[in-house]
Every structure is written in C-alpha cells, then in structure tokens.
DNA sequence: TCTGGGGTCCTAGGACCC
DNA sequence: TCTGGGGTCCTAGGACCC
C-alpha cells in the first residue's frame, strides 16, 4: 500500500504558522515577480480566485474582499518543508519525496495496522509539530493514493484521511472522480477525454487497454493499470541526480542594455554552478536564452538562444559565466526591451572521474579548492555573500517582490545580509 | 524490373508534474 | 502598467552501424 501525505495550500499554509492572525482570512501566495497566483487558502478560494491567474487581473476581488497578498518567500517555504518530511520520515522506513509538499510513504509491513488509525496519528502528529495542515490518501497504488488524498481534502468527514482498500471502495471513488483531476491527466489529455465522452476515472477503465495505447501510449496504460490498482509507478526512495539544470528569471523591469542583462546571466550562471557542485555534477553542455515580453503584443519581439557543448567539463562559477557572457554575445540584439533571460545546464556528468584535456591551462586542482572555501563562506553567511565582480549588485534585474514576509526560519542570514548591503556601499 | 534485417543513438517536440 | 520557475518522460524520425 502507498500513502499520499499532501501539505493543505502549502505556502499560504506557511505563512499563517508565523502570523496565526491570518487564520480564517483569505491568502493568496504570487509567484516570482508577483506575477500570478500560485497558492489559495480555502478562503480565497472560496472567493472564486483561480489558480494560476495573473494578479493585476485578480486586484479588485483582492482589494474589496481583504484578501491578504504574499510575494513568494521560498527559503522559508523550503525550510517548512523539510520540517514536514522529518516528522514524515518518522513513521516509515522508507518514502520518496515527491515534491515541496507531498511525499509518498511505503506502507508495506504495516498491514497489520488498522490504516484509517495510523493514517490519522500521522496526520495529527505532523499538524502538531510543524503547523502546517496535511491530509493523506492510502491506496495500492500511487495515482489511486492521489485520489484518494483528494477526497481526504474535500470531505471533512475523512477526518484528513482517505483509504481505499477495497473493490467496493475503489469503484466507488472512480465512478465519482472527475477524468480531469487524475494524476497524468493534463490539458490535451483532458480534451481527448472529453472528446470521447470519458468524464470520470471510471469511463476511462471502461476503455480496452488497447485503445488506451492507442490513443494516451505506454503513459495512458500505466495510469490504466494504476487506476485498476494494479501498481505500476514504483517507489523510488534514491536521491535523484538532475539530469537537467535551469534558472531564469523574469526581469522586475524591461532591460535593454548588455551589461544589465549580462549581470541577470551571471547570476544565472553562477546559481546554476552552485547547484553543479551541490550534486557533485558537472556540466558538459550549457545554453543561454533572452526573450522580450510576449505579452507586449505592439513591442517588437525577438527570442533567440545558443548551445555549446564545454571542452573540459566543470562546475566552476567563474568558467561558466565565462561561456555565458561569449553565448549571451552571440545571442544579444540591441533595440529590443527584454523581458527574461535564463541558463540551462543540458549536459550534466559526474564530477569524478573526469576527462581532462591535455592542453588544459585551468589549474582545476586550486579552483575547487577556492570553490569549496566560497562554497562554505555563503553556505553558512548567506548565498552571494562572496560572489564574481560581473554578478554585480545594481539590482537592475531583479525581481518584484513587494510582498515578501520576514525570514522567520533563516535569520542569521538574513543579519548578515543587511550587513553586506553596507560592505557594498 | 528487381533493392534486407536488425540494431543504437540523438534530437525536437509534446505531454505531464509541482 | 502588471502574465512564474524548474523539472521528467515519451515518441517519431533521422542518422548511423554491421
């Protein structure tokens, strides 16, 4: 058996532990840039505030019903977060954390247990020790543990709790379960359905197993066996190497000048090392891409990006943002009002071993060195601390965030940054 | 006129997740 | 005025191998 520990409106969630004033006040949480709404409390959702939608949209719902904005505070949000998985981790011998609020826990051994108890001492306790409100759905397999934490969500009579453990009770959900909310089930999928008159999970367990290849291939006939509680999605308790690296950002303003947007790339660039060297990784292929605003539909619009594959792998910030700025070069346009710029990591390979090059002229020996004191400095003063000249501190590029609470988790940095503010002047 | 069989690897694009 | 960020997996088709 699978159980589905899911966190309830997670990050509005986070925000009424340190400002229990909010509780019963509708929440809403905006993403990066105080763009669109990614989290609701039940009160704004109640309110008819979708998920996803773009704030400036939202702002006179928002206004005349008091609703309480959050620019996102993801240090915090992931700090809760690890809070939730130790209090989970405490229950059973293994679970795959399987996003920033929901983990699955393996419940193999414990059969003898009567399930609905243990699922709500499981419940109550991580309640309890971290303020955060879960539910959890208990199935035999994953996608029917996603149902079922669903229900566990919506009807106050499961208590947070949800067990499907028999025929009866799986059909049952099925035949009531909206072909939308399935996990795996998304826009195109949905439309698909929709066009073959499957609206509920149970329609589409209805369908032969060929037509099901046919139409969704292996990735449909795996959500068919699972809803037919034949397991097919196993656990996977490792901890995963990316195989792939990002970060971009939106700009808080247009940019139009090199050098402002080449000091949002180095930033970029350098994150992305870091998190090279958090996974003991390094990177073989990078890209860079800038893009103007899409959705300035009169201004002229231009998005372009470039690959390069590195002659000697590494994970050195320095390096990196070396071949960032040669890429974002090539790429650059004068004329045009940027929006966005991002690096991807797309070749990633173990640090070790490593294929050197003969005619090497990096002493890469004393750059990790370097790297791991840097590494140490920002890792317990606060990240960028020590930081390449061209990361910059104008500011130019960074992000709206109007809204953001207190680092209620992470003081100590937050100390020292105000500090190294001054050093900067 | 007639042109094999069995593979691997890579990439772009599309689907999905949170 | 204002529209997020970071991932994974699968497939088809092309290039190549013997």
Partial sequence: MYGLVDCNNFYASCERVFNPSLNGVPIVVLSNNDGCVIARSNEAKLLGIPMGEPAFKMKELIDSNQVVVFSSNYTLYGDMSNRVMKTLSTFVPSMEIYSIDEAFLHLNGFEHLDLDVFGRKIVRITTKNTGIPVSMGIASTKTLAKMASKYAKKYKGYQGVCVIDTEEKRIKALQKFDINDVWGVGRSYAKLMNDHGIHTAYDLTQRTKSWVRKNMTVVGERMWNELQGIACIEMDSTFAVKKQICTSRSFGTKLTEFHDIFEAVSNHAASCA????????????????????????????????????????????????????????????????????????????????????????????????????????????????????????????????????????????????????????
């Avoid at 590029?397 to 050093?423: C, G, H």
């Fill in 274 to 425: 870091t998190k090279l060297r958090c996974q003991k990784s390094c990177a073989a292929g990078m890209l860079v891409f800038i893009m103007t605003n899409p959705f300035a539909e009169y201004d002229p619009q231009y998005v372009n990006s470039k690959h390069l594959f590195l002659s000697v792998p590494t994970n050195n910030t320095p390096e990196i943002i070396q071949y960032a700025k040669s890429l974002l070069q090539d790429i650059y346009k004068p004329g045009y009002a940027y929006k966005k710029a991002g690096v991807i990591i797309t070749e990633i390979i173990p640090n070790s071993p490593l294929q050197a090059d003969l005619f090497d002229t990096i002493d890469r020996g004393k750059q990790d060195k370097l790297l791991k004191v840097i590494d140490g400095l920002n890792g317990g003063l606060g990240s960028n601390m020590v930081r390449i000249a061209s990361q910059g501190y104008s500011k130019k590029w960074k992000l709206k965030n109007e809204k953001q609470s207190k680092r209620y988790t992470t003081k100590l940095s937050e100390i020292i940054e105000v500090k190294a503010d001054d050093l900067d002047v």
